[in-house]
């Protein structure tokens, strides 16, 4: 998998919620968090720690967690955000296909072959941009499991039980819970990133004025932005 290109990796680095049944061989794990730890960070104070979740008995436990938190965050937001109404209700549409993804994403938590929980060392007081130093590690922890062939998904859905995972993993008052990042050999394809156009994202000299040099590369696909919509 070695021989994919920079570009390559990032336009097929999806979130992948579906995982075959097969572990991860740390060797590969530690190709992967090598490349998170070389990641930036403020003044490089390196705050990132990465906690790795796979069968031990802390990790059993901190699982049961994260598939009620998962489970929880999920239907909140199913609901809120209209999947099943619409289109929703027709099981072929691209919003139910997505929903089903989510459900079997949070049903089967607890046998993901890895997780991984992004964390920080706070050094000062809460502060609004302070993930800015735990988020490029992720990205690159990303990367780099494309990169290998495996796929992930970074998420926030570790909200509901941040407390009870501090104590079941003896994570120290001081570090947050940054993100918790699910890791495994992908199931299906990996499939190519959609995003908007890049005339709608960049401008030069003026806000809003897209440069004509900002163009996609060709074959690029594109999708527009947020949770499907409520039709
Ligand atoms: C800050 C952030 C928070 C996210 N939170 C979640 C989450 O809680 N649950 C989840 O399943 N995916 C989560 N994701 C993954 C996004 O849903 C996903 O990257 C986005 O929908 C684009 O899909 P794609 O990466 O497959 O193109 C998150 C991604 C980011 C960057």
Same mark, same amino acid.
């Given at each position: 998998?070695?021989?994919?290109?920079?570009?390559?990796v990032?336009?097929?680095?999806?979130?992948i919620?579906r995982?075959?049944?097969?572990p991860?061989?740390?060797?590969?794990?530690?190709r992967?968090?090598?490349a998170?730890?070389r990641?930036?960070?403020?003044?490089?104070?390196?705050?990132?720690?990465f906690?790795?979740?796979r069968?031990? &008995?802390a990790? /059993? *436990?901190?699982?049961?967690?994260l598939?009620?938190?998962?489970?929880? +965050?999920w #239907? @909140?937001?199913r609901?809120?955000?209209?999947?099943?109404?619409g289109?929703g209700?027709d099981?072929?549409?691209?919003k139910?296909r997505?929903?089903?993804?989510?459900q079997?994403?949070?049903?089967?938590v607890?046998q993901?072959?890895?997780i991984?929980?992004?964390?920080?060392?706070?050094?000062?007081? &809460?502060?609004? /941009? *302070?993930?800015?130093?735990?988020?490029?590690?992720c990205?690159?922890? +990303?990367? #780099? @499991?494309?990169?290998l062939?495996y796929?992930g998904?970074l998420?926030?859905?570790?909200?509901?039980?941040?407390?009870?995972?501090?104590?079941?993993?003896?994570?120290?008052?001081?570090v947050?819970?940054g993100?918790?990042?699910?890791?495994?050999?992908p199931?299906g394809?990996?499939?190519?990133?959609r995003?908007?156009?890049?005339?709608?994202?960049?401008?030069?000299?003026?806000?809003?004025?897209?440069?004509a040099? @900002?163009?996609d590369?060709?074959g690029?696909?594109?999708?527009?932005?947020?949770?499907p919509?409520?039709?």
């Amino acid at each position: 998998m070695d021989d994919l290109s920079f570009f390559d990796v990032v336009t097929t680095t999806r979130a992948i919620r579906r995982y075959r049944d097969e572990p991860l061989p740390e060797a590969d794990l530690a190709r992967i968090l090598f490349a998170a730890s070389r990641a930036p960070s403020g003044s490089n104070r390196q705050p990132f720690r990465f906690l790795v979740l796979r069968d031990g &008995p802390a990790a /059993t *436990e901190a699982r049961a967690l994260l598939g009620d938190s998962f489970r929880a +965050l999920w #239907a @909140a937001k199913r609901a809120a955000e209209g999947y099943d109404a619409g289109s929703g209700a027709d099981p072929e549409s691209p919003k139910a296909r997505l929903a089903a993804t989510m459900q079997h994403f949070v049903d089967h938590v607890e046998q993901v072959p890895v997780i991984v929980l992004a964390c920080y060392r706070r050094h000062r007081d &809460p502060h609004p /941009t *302070e993930g800015a130093s735990i988020y490029p590690a992720c990205q690159n922890l +990303l990367l #780099a @499991a494309r990169a290998l062939g495996y796929g992930g998904a970074l998420t926030m859905w570790h909200g509901a039980v941040d407390g009870p995972l501090h104590d079941v993993l003896g994570i120290p008052d001081d570090v947050v819970i940054g993100a918790t990042i699910t890791l495994g050999r992908p199931a299906g394809r990996h499939g190519p990133v959609r995003r908007r156009p890049l005339a709608e994202l960049v401008s030069e000299d003026r806000w809003g004025a897209a440069p004509a040099w @900002a163009a996609d590369p060709p074959g690029t696909r594109f999708t527009s932005a947020g949770p499907p919509p409520p039709g």
